[in-house]
């Protein structure tokens, strides 16, 4: 993953937290507020699968300091 998609991904994540922080305050219609449930659940899962992913390339990008350790 280059720097940039790693920005792209912390972005994304403080766009969908601010996102759900202004959601909190609303005062929603019935319908509206349906249709902002199913968005929290989509948002709730791509938060799980960025999480995922930054936590996958810290670990990768740990791999060659943890072996030069060994050495």
Same mark, same amino acid.
């Given at each position: 993953?280059?720097?940039?998609?790693?920005? %792209?991904?912390?972005?994304?994540? /403080?766009? /969908? =937290? /601010? !996102?759900?922080?202004?959601?909190?305050?609303? =005062?929603?219609?019935?319908? +509206?507020?349906?249709?902002? @449930?199913? &968005? &929290?659940?989509? %948002?709730? *899962? *791509?938060?799980? !699968?960025? *999480? @995922?992913?930054? +936590? *996958?390339?810290?670990?990768?990008?740990?791999?060659? @300091?943890? !072996?030069? !350790?060994?050495?």
């Amino acid at each position: 993953m280059t720097a940039e998609n790693f920005v %792209d991904l912390i972005e994304e994540m /403080i766009d /969908i =937290k /601010i !996102q759900q922080h202004a959601g909190s305050n609303l =005062k929603p219609t019935p319908e +509206i507020a349906e249709v902002l @449930a199913e &968005k &929290k659940m989509t %948002d709730t *899962r *791509r938060l799980k !699968q960025i *999480r @995922a992913e930054l +936590i *996958r390339t810290l670990n990768e990008a740990d791999t060659p @300091a943890q !072996q030069w !350790q060994g050495v």
